[in-house]
């Protein structure tokens, strides 16, 4: 008998304040097999829809107008403990990287090195 095994579809929040970027990686992850749950402009969207959508991946800019990615990574680590919160910068500085993992970031990755990183860290994220 030839046994399937079930993968469950990681659920991705995309929260940019670019679209084109925000369309760019939406096509990136469902080629790589994810599910978006949403994409939106702003931290304060991604707070409006974290309850109703469940997702499992929260993937968020750091350079935002009105919350910036760092503030709604944290108020949305304080909602749930489980969701897993990447952070997509152009600032490849430690200090960014160091506040992002005081306040419970599970990974950062720059925008430069999107293409190689992100499914990496994705599938590091997801095990």
């Keep these: 008998m030839l046994w399937m095994a079930v993968m469950r579809v990681i659920k991705v929040l995309l929260v940019d304040d670019s679209p084109d970027f925000r369309k760019l990686l939406g096509r990136l992850l469902r080629g ?15 707070l409006q829809l974290l309850a109703s959508e469940h997702p499992d991946v929260v993937i968020l800019d750091i350079a935002m107008p009105g919350l910036s990615g760092l503030e709604t990574a944290q108020r949305i680590r304080a909602l749930s403990a489980d969701v897993k919160l ?30 190689p990183e992100l499914p990496r ?5 997801s095990a």
Excluded at 38 to 45: D, M, P, Q, R, T
Excluded at 95 to 112: F, L, N, P, R
Aim: charged share 15%; net charge negative; aromatic share 6%.
């Design 121 to 125: 860290v994705l599938a590091e994220l």
């Design 86 to 115: 990447l952070i997509l910068s152009l600032h490849a500085t430690p200090e960014y990287q160091q506040a992002a993992s005081a306040i419970g970031v599970d990974a950062y990755v720059c925008k430069s090195n999107l293409v």
């Design 32 to 46: 790589l097999g994810f599910e978006i749950a949403a994409s939106v402009g702003s931290g304060e969207e991604a």
